[in-house]
């Protein structure tokens, strides 16, 4: 497997729709899992989903953006209005398939709950998101 980073060929040309991972990922965290704002959750899931977007996560799956929306209503009610997702660093990804880790809980004080999204990007939208939550080390 050879690596290498952009720029090191001349004549490599981008395709139509690249975009900035990391970038789009945390839009996904930020815009999506940390808005309790339902209006601007699903202004936000237009923008970054498909309309036959999959959410998979361990409680449940659900398609469709208002249903994603729903789910994700749901999740924020577990936990109080100060928690918020951060990114545990950047994300990454290629052919169509990103990933980052993040962290849930109130800023400057403990984390506690940790896990990874998995996107399956289709056409710079969101097809498919798999949620892991990390197991609770006791």
């Not at 993040?102 to 399956?120: E, F, Q, Y």
Request: proline share 7%.
């Amino acid at each position: 497997m050879r690596i290498s980073s952009q720029g090191t060929t001349k004549d490599t040309a981008k395709p139509a729709h690249v975009i900035d991972l990391d970038a789009f990922m945390r839009a996904n965290m930020n815009r999506v899992f940390n808005e309790r704002n339902v209006g601007q959750r699903l202004a936000a899931l237009g923008e970054l989903y498909s309309n036959d977007a999959t959410l998979y996560d361990p409680e449940a799956v659900v398609t469709g953006r208002e249903a994603i929306s729903a789910a994700v209503d749901s999740l924020l009610g577990n936990f109080p209005p100060d928690y918020v997702f951060t990114a545990a660093g950047p994300a990454v990804g290629h052919n169509g398939a990103a990933r980052l880790f993040w962290r849930l809980g109130p800023p400057g004080k403990p984390v506690v709950v940790t896990g990874t999204d998995v996107a399956l990007i289709v056409h710079a939208r969101i097809k498919r998101l798999y949620v892991f939550v990390d197991p609770v080390v006791r």
